[in-house]
C-alpha cells in the first residue's frame, strides 16, 4: 500500500508549484527548490527508474562552481584564444575546438536521428539544435569592471576623502589611489585579475568548455521543468553522455564538457589534466602585473587629463587670501618604468592578494611572504615568484561553500570546548598551516 507521501506526490502538480524565482519571497523559493531538486529529473513523464539521471552535474555545488575557471593546483585559468574555434550554425559563437568538434558530431547523429524517423522533429531545442550561447570573454566583464568600478570610483572617493588638492604629481597620486585600491579589494575581493576570474562576475561560460542550446532564465525553475519535461529527456541525456558533456542541473539545456570522459581520455594525445590546462589553457595571474602598472599609469594620466589643475588658497602672514593655479605634473612612461620597479609592485600586489582572500595573514607573516618572492623574483624569475603568491593566497578550501569548508565544520562542531563562533578563525589559520 503507497504511503501518504507517496499519495501526495503522485497528485503534485508539478508546473504550478514549480514557479519560483530568485525574486520570489525566500520562503516560497526555498521550497520550490526543494521540490525542484528532489523531482524534477525524477517523475513521470521524463522517465522512469532510477531517482538521479547521470551525467546530470550540479555546478553551483562546491567547488563544481569552479569548473573550468581552476585548474590541478587550484589557479585561476583563462582559455587561450587560440584554442578556440566558431561553432557550426551559429553566429559569434565559439568554444574551445575539442568542445566544438563534440557539439558538431551531436548534432549530426541527432539530425540523423530525426531523418531517419527515430525521433520526431518538433523536440524543442533538440530536434533542430543550436548553439544559442557559448564562450565569454572574462576579459570584456574585466575591463568593464576596471573602468567603472576601479577608476570609475576614484574621484568619488578623493572627493569625500577631501584629497583632491594632495594629488600633485605621480607619487602623491600614488598614495592615494592604493588606498582607494586596498578599500575596493576588500570590499568587493576583486581588484586583480585572477581575482576577479573567482567571483560572482566570472560564470561558467568563461571556460570556453560550455555551451547553451536554448536562451531561457536559469533562475526560473518552470524553464528547467519545461525544459526537461519530455518523454525523449533522457534521448538527450544519453547523447549528451556519449559526446563527453554534462548536462548543468541548474540549466539543463547547458552543455559543460566533461574532461574525464573517454571522447577526450581515450585519446592517444591524452597526457592528463595537468597537461591539458598548461595547453589549452593560460594562469591568470601571469597578467597581473601589467595590469597592475598599467591600471595606475593610465588612471593618472586619465585623472589629469580630466583635472589637470586646480586653485589653491593659502593665507599669508599679513593676513592677505592667496590663490595660486596648481597644474599637475605630466608623467612619461619611462621615468614610471624606472622608479616602479617589478619589486615595488609584487610588495603592492601582495597587499591587495590578502584583502583579497579569506586568509587574513598579519603583518610579520606579510613581511615573509614578501621578503621570499623578492627572492624568487631576484634568483629565479617574476613567474615563479608570482606562482608563489598565488599558490599561499589560495584560499579555496576556506571559502563558505567548498567541500573542505563544510566537512571541516562538521568535524568542527564536535569538538569541545571550542565555540563554534570561531570556526571561520579556525579554518583559516588550518589552510595557512600548509602555505
Not at 202 to 208: C, P, T, V
Not at 260 to 276: Q, R
Request: charged share 30%.
Amino acid at each position: 500500500m503507497a504511503s501518504d507521501f507517496e499519495k501526495r506526490i503522485k497528485k503534485f502538480n508539478r508546473k504550478t508549484a514549480l514557479q519560483a524565482t530568485n525574486k520570489t519571497g525566500s520562503r516560497r523559493s526555498f521550497y520550490s527548490n526543494v521540490l525542484f531538486r528532489e523531482l524534477a529529473y525524477s517523475d513521470t513523464p521524463s522517465f522512469t527508474g532510477d531517482s538521479h539521471l547521470m551525467p546530470i552535474r550540479n555546478f553551483q555545488k562546491f567547488e563544481n562552481y569552479l569548473y573550468g575557471r581552476i585548474d590541478t593546483d587550484f589557479y585561476a585559468v583563462t582559455p587561450k584564444k587560440l584554442g578556440l574555434a566558431p561553432i557550426y550554425d551559429a553566429e559569434n559563437q565559439h568554444a574551445l575546438a575539442f568542445v566544438t568538434s563534440a557539439f558538431n558530431s551531436m548534432r549530426e547523429e541527432i539530425s540523423i536521428d530525426v531523418a531517419s524517423g527515430k525521433i520526431p522533429p518538433d523536440i524543442p531545442h533538440i530536434s533542430d539544435m543550436k548553439a544559442v550561447k557559448a564562450f565569454e570573454d572574462i576579459n570584456v566583464s574585466y575591463n568593464s569592471w576596471v573602468e567603472n568600478y576601479l577608476k570609475g570610483s576614484f574621484g568619488a572617493y578623493v572627493q569625500a576623502q577631501k584629497k583632491a588638492k594632495e594629488i600633485v604629481d605621480f607619487e602623491s597620486f600614488v598614495k592615494i589611489f592604493r588606498e582607494h585600491l586596498l578599500i575596493l579589494s576588500t570590499q568587493m575581493g576583486a581588484v586583480n585579475f585572477s581575482s576577479f576570474c573567482l567571483i560572482y562576475r566570472s560564470n561558467i561560460r568563461n571556460s570556453g568548455l560550455c555551451i547553451e542550446i536554448a536562451d531561457l532564465d536559469f533562475s526560473k525553475n518552470s524553464d528547467k521543468l519545461e525544459f526537461a519535461d519530455h518523454a525523449l529527456f533522457p534521448y538527450y541525456i544519453g547523447m549528451a553522455e556519449k559526446y563527453g558533456f554534462f548536462v548543468d542541473y541548474n540549466a539543463p539545456w547547458r552543455l559543460v564538457f566533461n574532461l574525464a570522459s573517454e571522447v577526450v581520455t581515450a585519446k592517444p594525445s591524452w597526457n592528463g589534466l595537468f597537461s591539458f590546462f598548461d595547453q589549452a589553457f593560460q594562469r591568470a595571474y601571469l597578467q597581473d602585473l601589467t595590469i597592475l602598472k598599467n591600471l595606475f599609469f593610465s588612471s593618472y594620466r586619465d585623472y589629469r587629463n580630466r583635472f589637470p589643475s586646480f586653485i589653491k588658497e593659502t593665507i599669508e602672514a599679513s593676513g592677505c587670501l592667496k590663490r595660486e593655479r596648481i597644474v599637475r605634473q605630466k608623467y612619461k612612461k619611462e621615468e614610471f618604468d624606472n622608479k616602479y620597479t617589478d619589486r615595488y609592485w609584487l610588495k603592492f600586489y601582495i597587499d591587495l592578494k590578502n584583502q583579497e582572500k579569506n586568509l587574513d595573514f598579519d603583518s610579520d607573516q606579510l613581511d615573509k611572504i614578501k621578503k621570499r618572492s623578492l627572492d624568487y623574483e631576484k634568483y629565479v624569475d617574476i613567474r615563479r615568484s608570482l606562482s608563489y603568491i598565488n599558490k599561499v593566497f589560495q584560499d579555496i578550501p576556506s571559502t563558505e561553500g567548498s567541500y573542505y569548508y563544510l566537512a571541516s565544520r562538521e568535524k568542527y562542531r564536535t569538538q569541545d570546548p571550542l565555540p563554534f563562533e570561531e570556526f571561520d578563525e579556525y579554518i583559516r589559520d588550518i589552510v595557512k598551516s600548509y602555505k
